[in-house]
């Protein structure tokens, strides 16, 4: 059973304020993944890592940044959020080597007023 | 990017079939294919993972992959009203990319 957490769960604040969403694991995956994913919509990959200080961007343009500085973290950056942000954000992690399956943590639910 | 394909739905069953979910990918050179599971609401749950032709069975669960079809489905036996939920497919291409699909909504009649 895949260890990852998000934090926080829920999350209702006003436009303009600057959001960070956190995801770690415990499990020293060395890939990273943020998704967002609209209600009843598909998945949309927006950002991935490979490993420490490895960054990219996903299929879906974000205004989103991310970092990973640390294997076992990898949080999300909103510098100025809108209502266009609002959406629920998931991370995932997949063992080494190629072809792991990814594992889902519980989201974030991001509303921006 | 390479593409799966599912269809929305929803699969309406009822209680005790047997669900048939099915996806299609267009990347020959594929070598992993996934089934996750997705209530309303919350994150996807891996609870299928299938690397060679054939049948794979996990309880009441049956994933059933041919490649040379580029075709993989999940049966779900004696299936419940708590396997209602969004079933994603998955599949990584030749370039290391895992790729979902839209998903098919399943709904399980009592």
């Known amino acids: 059973e895949a260890d990852i957490y998000q934090t926080p769960r829920y999350l209702v604040i006003g436009t303009g304020k600057k959001i960070t969403l956190e995801c770690s694991q415990t499990?020293?995956?060395?890939?990273m993944y943020w998704y967002q994913q609209d209600p009843g919509m598909e998945l949309h990959l927006i950002h991935y890592s490979y490993g420490v200080n490895s960054t990219e961007k996903g299929d879906l343009s974000s205004e989103s940044t991310v970092s990973r500085i640390r294997t076992e973290h990898f949080p999300l950056t909103l510098e100025s959020a809108r209502p266009s942000h609002t959406s629920q954000y998931l991370c995932a992690s997949s063992a080494p080597g190629t072809h792991q399956p990814q594992h889902f943590g519980d989201g974030t639910r991001l509303s921006i007023l | 990017q390479k593409e799966v394909e599912q269809n929305s739905g929803p699969l309406s069953v009822p209680e005790g079939a047997i669900a048939s979910l099915n996806c299609t990918y267009s990347d020959r050179g594929s070598q992993s294919f996934f089934w996750y599971r997705q209530y309303s609401g919350k994150s996807p749950e891996l609870i299928m993972s299938i690397y060679s032709n054939g049948d794979k069975e996990d309880g009441r669960f049956t994933a059933q992959l041919n490649k040379a079809s580029q075709y993989v489905s999940l049966l779900i036996r004696d299936s419940q009203p708590s396997d209602s939920a969004t079933y994603l497919c998955a599949v990584y291409d030749s370039g290391y990319a895992l790729n979902f699909g839209k998903g098919t909504s399943l709904l399980v009649t009592p």
């Open positions: 499990m020293g995956h060395d890939k």
